[in-house]
């Protein structure tokens, strides 16, 4: 009985130094790179995170998913690295969460990148955005989200919302021009206002 307790408790201490979760230092730490849109730093540090976590299903995660495609985006658009390579990094989170930085909500009849507009598809009203890089010459991701909840757009009209959801494809441009590169498209998704 005592082997059994002492091999027990071998097997949870191993377990807990293997199981880590991205913590806020961790998220902090990239922030300095997406400002200056280094796509590579920020690539390879959320990279070396994410390689590390694959069992925390945090939403701090599902952010710095988020910024390891969308930095991956921005590295094709500076030739740093191929569509082939986008996608195959891209596709490896298909099924995870993935949550998006706050946009400001617009109405959908204005135009706007790095806003969130809500759309009506197919009787359904869904989310979309368009993120592209600061100097607005290249689109890195078009996102669309349906909402697991009904949403009603005037909560969210003249606020900054977050969105989030399970990917479910993710489409690189078939042309593999550098105008935009890609698409990506959420289920089970979310909108919440920042307070």
């Known amino acids: 009985m005592k082997n059994i307790l002492i091999l027990?408790?071998?097997?949870l201490f191993n377990t807990t130094i293997h199981a880590q979760t991205i913590s806020y230092e961790d998220f902090k730490a990239i922030i300095p790179s997406i400002e200056k849109e280094d796509f590579k730093e920020t690539f390879d540090i959320t990279n070396k995170l994410l390689s590390t976590t694959q069992n925390d299903s945090s939403e701090l995660r599902g952010i710095v998913i988020?910024?390891?495609?969308?930095?991956?985006?921005?590295?094709?658009?500076?030739d740093q690295m191929t569509y082939d390579a986008f996608s195959k990094n891209a596709q490896k989170y298909l099924?995870?969460?993935?949550?998006?930085?706050?946009?400001?909500?617009?109405?959908?009849?204005?135009?706007?990148?790095?806003?969130?507009?809500?759309?009506?598809?197919?009787?359904?009203?869904?989310?979309?955005?368009?993120?592209?890089?600061?100097?607005?010459?290249?689109?890195?991701?078009?996102?669309?989200?349906?909402?697991?909840?009904?949403?009603?757009?005037?909560?969210?009209?003249?606020?900054?919302?977050?969105?989030?959801?399970?990917?479910?494809?993710?489409?690189?441009?078939?042309?593999?021009?550098?105008?935009?590169?890609?698409?990506?498209h959420f289920d089970n998704a979310f909108a919440r206002t920042l307070n």
């Open 66 to 78: 988020y910024m390891n495609i969308f930095s991956s985006a921005g590295m094709v658009t500076s």
């Open 95 to 184: 099924g995870q969460q993935l949550v998006m930085p706050a946009h400001p909500c617009i109405d959908s009849s204005a135009n706007g990148f790095n806003s969130l507009q809500f759309i009506t598809k197919n009787g359904t009203i869904q989310g979309t955005t368009t993120t592209s890089n600061n100097t607005q010459t290249n689109i890195l991701c078009f996102e669309y989200f349906k909402f697991a909840a009904p949403v009603n757009p005037a909560d969210f009209i003249g606020k900054d919302v977050r969105c989030g959801g399970i990917l479910t494809s993710v489409e690189p441009n078939p042309n593999k021009s550098k105008i935009w590169i890609c698409r990506l």
């Open 8 to 11: 027990f408790f071998a097997l």
